[in-house]
């Protein structure tokens, strides 16, 4: 699971050179408003979710679709499971939020690392993807996320943020602005998706994600994101619990003049050292050491 990119695919073009796909004729279904729509509440300024929710931009693509409704059912039945992710994700959502609005992209992303690593910076999977935004060492390589002995900048929450971030926007661009297709080429590369589509060309068959022979992982893939989304954007139809996140930052930086020990570190900013290390955990040592001064 995770950024599986660049694996028998060609190193992708620069960002003004993102090639463009032939596209056959797209089915278009009907496409009919959320069951259940998200309303304002007045509280947009004070919780991060009501935030999430106002800017949603990929819901009319997931109503009435019966992958995204099983997959909305299956997370229905865990929503323990949520809960707990939700609120795991408290210390990064502000800032990926942020970065997500800086950019306008759709919030939806913001719920992206709930299905790669579970909102686990530490997450490492058996195709060597690592961190929230599960990237593979070749394509955090390609991103500039150096990967050391000390520091591995994939596990870095700000550094991974922004590159994942202009992977997704990169992935928009070569799939003629498609998110879902983006998405798709995130998880399978953008290669798989690339040869799919001209499989469907060639048999003068619709090209849009739905319509794709894709891996099973990467056609459960996109529908878990959709899923997920339905649940946060409705979470009392679904007896979800989302505890409260502060629409407001939850740490800065702090430059570093020299390398130094988190367990110092800690000591002298007064604050529990596993709470720092889940701000920092791209420092594999445990030393603030061969990765950003800060």
């Known amino acids: 699971s995770g950024c599986l990119s660049y694996q028998n695919t ?3 073009a620069s960002a003004t050179t993102a090639p463009s796909y032939q596209r056959a004729p797209v089915v278009q279904e009907p496409r009919y408003k959320p069951s259940i729509m998200y309303e304002a ?34 997370f229905a039945s865990r929503s323990k499971s ?27 992303l913001a ?11 530490l997450a490492y999977s058996t195709s060597h993807a690592s961190g929230l935004w599960q990237f593979i060492p070749s394509t955090g390589r390609h991103f500039k996320l150096t ?3 000390w520091y591995d900048g994939r596990r870095d929450i700000m550094a991974s943020t922004q590159a994942a971030l202009d992977y997704l926007e ?19 590369g953008e290669g ?26 990467t056609q459960a893939y996109v529908p878990k994101l959709l899923a997920v989304a339905q649940l946060i954007n409705a979470p009392d139809a679904y007896g ?41 955990p791209a420092y594999k040592q445990g030393i603030v050491m061969g990765g950003p001064k800060h």
């Open 41 to 74: 509440t007045g509280e947009e300024d004070t919780d991060i979710w009501q935030r999430v929710r106002q800017g949603f931009q990929l819901q009319s693509l997931s109503d009435n679709n019966p992958r995204v409704d099983h997959q909305r059912l299956w």
């Open 170 to 188: 990169y992935l928009h661009r070569m799939f003629d602005n498609d998110w879902l297709l983006a998405l798709a080429a995130y998880n399978a």
């Open 82 to 108: 949520i809960e707990i992710i939700s609120e795991r994700s408290s210390p990064y959502m502000y800032y990926i939020v942020e970065s997500l609005a800086a950019r306008n992209m759709p919030l939806e």
């Open 10 to 12: 060609t190193q992708p």
């Open 240 to 280: 979800l619990a989302l505890a409260p996140i502060a629409n407001e930052p939850y740490f800065t930086q702090v430059a570093l003049k020299q390398q130094m020990n988190i367990s110092r570190l800690a000591q002298l900013a007064r604050v529990q050292e596993d709470e720092l290390v889940q701000l920092n």
């Open 111 to 121: 719920l992206l690392p709930m299905i790669e690593s579970g909102y686990n910076p």
């Open 147 to 149: 990967q050391s002995h």
């Open 192 to 217: 798989t998706v690339g040869r799919a589509i001209q499989r469907n060309i060639e048999r003068n068959l619709p090209t849009d994600y739905w319509n794709l022979n894709l891996p099973d992982e």
